[in-house]
């Protein structure tokens, strides 16, 4: 057994004795309310994405993410900020392992940096395919400054227990016709540096998704990284490109899933009257679970909707 994977289970376990407030929260995500919505056909690979009825996530959908309104608040992940009830496992020299207090799916943990730093991947890239490693019942994600972190001003990864997104099922199952491994059709812009490792983009799937395989970790890292480049050079952006990234570490390879994003928040969420949806995407929401803080969006939220707003906030 895992000796770092035990040790976050036991902290688990244990905050939910000590800390009241963090297990009525985990408790009630027994009771939350689930809707599944079939997407796809037998030819094309079929998907679901769900959507889960949790009002205490209002806090998070709704947070104003500018620079000010970030400045102007304590910062959650930094150590003197915590609640002193809220302990954590050390995972390397540079980042913890923390339950988050405010679950959306079982088993949630937020991993964040010891210092107070930009959320910013390409860094702490090698971090999080040694988390994956380390924690192989768990899938490691990321959520970009841009597209979904709720503290876009302190780097932090994520963690929950494996079974619970719909993607780590799919992208595995989407047959060959749905998987284009991208340099072995002559793309300019990637190519075959090793090989040992790929880059594939999963078709028909409602949303861009980047597929990044290797057994190597120096492989994969520089697989994301042509990726990350060539996003940059798409989307001229200077600054990181907006994307949610998941790992998981599966048949001794490193699995690296990259939803390329080109807008946080869809134009339902800035409606006015019956038009709003409280509908703020952010990583989970991308790998399949839409987290709907109010009742009538969880009742009114349909297939339509949830393709309309997939195709909004992902990258063509
Ligand atoms: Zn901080």
Known sequence: MNALQSEIEKLYSEQLTEWEQFREQALRLNEVKIRTFNFGNPNTGKYVIKTQYNPARAVSSNAKLDGKSIAARK?????????????????????????????????????????????????????????????????????????????????????????????????????????TELYSIGCQSYTNTNKNGRICALQNYGRSCLLMQSPEKETAQRLFQQVYAQLQASTGAKEEPMMNVFTLFENNEWNLLVFPRKAHRPSCFFAKGNDFKMISPGAIDIAGVFVLPRKEDFDSVDEKIISDVLRQVSLV
Request: charged content about 20%.
């Open 75 to 179: 910062c959650f992940l930094c150590p003197e900020n915590r609640p002193a009830v809220q302990r954590e496992v050390r995972l390397n020299e540079n980042f913890v392992a923390l339950v988050n207090p405010f679950p959306v799916l079982k088993e949630h943990f937020t991993i964040p940096l010891i210092q107070h730093k930009k959320q910013e991947i390409l860094p702490y890239l090698g971090d999080m395919l040694d988390f994956a490693q380390m924690l192989p019942g768990f899938t490691v994600f990321y959520n970009g400054p841009k597209a979904g972190a709720s503290a876009p001003d302190h780097l932090h990864f994520q963690a929950v227990r494996k079974g619970q997104l719909p993607f780590e099922q799919e992208y595995q199952l989407f047959s060959s016709l749905n998987r």
